[in-house]
C-alpha cells in the first residue's frame, strides 16, 4: 500500500471517531514494550483476519489529531528488533510488521501496520516479563470489538478456535484451502502406478490431512511422439530466458513442454498449469506469469504450485536450480506489491512494455549496462566447475544458451534485465524500510 492510499484509509477511520477490531489509536508511543508487545500480538490474532493498524498520534477520547510526540518514539527496526530478538514465539511465526510515517492535516502520525496472517494464533513459548509487566506463555490475546484480551487472561474456547481454524484453512472454500494445502510441502503423499480416475496407471499426490485435494501429472502427448527437442532450437528463445540461467542446460539439451500439473478438489480443477521439462527430465518448472515481464506472485497458485513442482519432483536438483532461477525471475510478495514496484520503476526509466521493444533511461539505464551475465558455453565440459561457481557467487548469474542458438543477443539482454529486476526489488524493499526507520 502506497502512502497516499494508507494517508487515506487512515484519515477515515479517524474520522469515525471509534476504534474497531483492526485499528487501534493510541496518544504516543508504548512506554513499556511489554505494552507494545501487548498490543501487537492482539492485532495479529485479530478476528478482522486483515490488516491492523496501531496508529498514534491520535488523543485517545477526542480523537483530536495531535501528531506522534519524540518520547520512546520507535522506528520500523525497533519493532522488529523486540519481536524477533526478545520473546520466543510458537512454531516461529512471527507478526510481520511495518512503521509508516504519515501526513494528516500536517502532522506527523506513525502507523504500526501489522500484516494479515493465517499463522494464527501468536503467542509466546515463554514468559516476557519487562518493568514489572507480563506477557505469558501459552496464553492467546486477541481482540473483540475495540477491547484486546488483558494481559493477564487469555481468549475464551471459540475465539481460540477460530484463529486454529484459520491456520488450517477450514474458514474458506476449497480453492482457498488449496492454497494452504499447497503450501504444506511435507504433507502430500505419493501414490505411484495405482489406477487413476482417468483408468490410467500413473502416478498422484493427495493431501493427507484431506485426500479430497490431489495433484496429478498428466502428458499431453499424442502415443509415439517425440516429446523431447533441443532447448536451442529456434522456438525456444528470450521469451524463456530463464531457462538458460540453469547449469545442466548445456550438458543435457532435451527440453519438453508437453505435460500439465494440475490440481483438482475431488473433480474439480482448481488451477492447471503446463511444465517446462528440462536436464533430461529432471527439472520440471512451472513458467512464471508473464504480465509484462515474467514474475511469480508468492500468493498465487502459479508460485505455490511453482515449490510444489520442485520439492516434489525435482528432488535432489531442486535448491540448485530454484536457487539460479530465482536469481532472474522477480517474485512479489503481492499483486500489490507488483504495482507498487512497477510504477516506482517506471519513474525511473522502465517503461511497462515488452522486452525487446522497451527503451532504457535514467537510472534503470545504468542499472541494466552495469549488469554482466557470464557466458559460459565455451567450457561445456566442466559442468561441476560452473555448478561451483555459481554455488560460490550468489550474485552470479551465466547464461547457458549455444552460441548458435538465433535468439542468444535476446536471451543475454532478457537475462540481465531479469537480474535488474531481481536486484532492485531487493534494493527497493530495503529502501522503503529505510524511509520509516
Aim: with cysteine; net charge negative.
Amino acid at each position: 500500500m502506497d502512502k497516499i492510499t494508507l494517508e487515506w484509509e487512515i484519515a477515515e477511520l479517524i474520522e469515525r471517531h471509534t476504534e474497531g477490531e483492526y485499528w487501534d489509536f493510541k496518544q504516543q508511543w508504548h512506554l513499556h514494550n511489554a505494552d507494545l508487545l501487548h498490543d501487537i500480538i492482539c492485532m495479529a490474532n485479530s478476528p478482522a483476519n486483515r490488516d491492523c493498524y496501531i496508529i498514534i498520534g491520535i488523543e485517545d477520547k477526542t480523537f483530536k489529531i495531535l501528531g506522534v510526540d519524540t518520547e520512546n518514539r520507535k522506528n520500523q527496526q525497533n519493532v522488529i528488533d523486540l519481536l524477533r530478538q526478545k520473546p520466543k514465539w510458537a512454531g516461529g511465526h512471527i507478526p510481520e510488521v511495518y512503521v509508516k510515517t504519515i501526513q494528516i492535516e500536517g502532522k506527523e502520525i506513525d502507523t504500526v501496520i501489522i500484516k494479515q496472517s493465517n499463522h494464527t494464533p501468536f503467542y509466546l513459548l515463554e514468559d516476557y516479563t519487562k518493568e514489572n509487566i507480563s506477557i505469558f506463555k501459552g496464553a492467546i490475546y486477541t481482540r473483540k470489538g475495540d477491547t484486546n484480551t488483558p494481559k493477564t487472561s487469555t481468549a475464551n474456547l471459540y475465539d481460540t478456535e477460530v484463529l486454529w481454524k484459520r491456520r488450517f484453512g477450514l474458514l474458506y472454500n476449497p480453492s482457498q484451502r488449496a492454497k494452504f494445502y499447497l503450501a504444506d510441502l511435507e504433507n502430500w503423499e505419493l501414490v505411484d502406478g495405482e489406477r487413476d480416475r482417468f483408468g490410467v496407471n500413473r502416478y498422484f499426490f493427495f493431501y493427507r490431512p484431506d485426500p479430497d485435494f490431489t495433484v496429478y501429472f498428466l502428458s499431453n502427448s499424442e502415443e509415439g511422439e517425440n516429446l523431447q527437442k533441443d532447448i536451442n532450437d529456434d522456438t525456444i528463445g528470450s521469451l524463456s530466458y530463464y531457462l538458460f540461467s540453469f547449469c545442466n542446460v548445456s550438458y543435457h539439451t532435451d527440453y519438453s513442454s508437453r505435460e500439465e500439473v494440475v490440481l483438482y478438489y475431488r473433480e474439480i480443477p482448481l488451477f492447471s498449469a503446463q511444465l517446462e521439462c528440462i536436464d533430461e527430465g529432471r527439472i520440471s518448472l512451472v513458467s512464471p506469469e508473464f504480465v509484462v515481464d515474467p514474475c511469480y506472485i508468492r500468493d498465487s497458485f502459479r508460485y505455490l504450485m511453482f515449490e510444489f513442482v520442485f520439492w516434489h519432483r525435482c528432488r535432489n536438483y531442486s535448491g540448485e536450480a530454484r536457487e539460479m532461477f530465482q536469481r532472474v525471475i522477480p517474485i512479489y510478495k503481492n499483486e500489490q506489491e507488483r504495482e507498487e514496484f512497477q510504477n516506482y520503476i517506471e519513474k525511473k526509466g522502465f517503461p511497462h512494455y515488452a522486452i525487446g521493444k522497451r527503451k532504457l533511461s535514467e537510472e534503470a539505464l545504468k542499472r541494466f549496462e552495469s549488469t554482466e551475465i557470464d557466458k559460459a558455453f565455451e567450457n561445456p565440459a566442466a559442468p561441476e566447475q560452473v555448478a561451483t561457481k555459481l554455488k560460490e557467487n550468489t550474485e552470479l548469474v551465466i547464461c547457458f544458451a549455444h552460441p548458435d542458438n538465433k535468439d542468444f543477443d535476446g536471451i543475454v539482454e532478457a537475462l540481465r534485465i531479469g537480474k535488474v529486476l531481481v536486484d532492485w526489488l531487493d534494493d527497493w524493499r530495503k529502501c522503503s524500510v529505510g524511509e520509516n526507520e
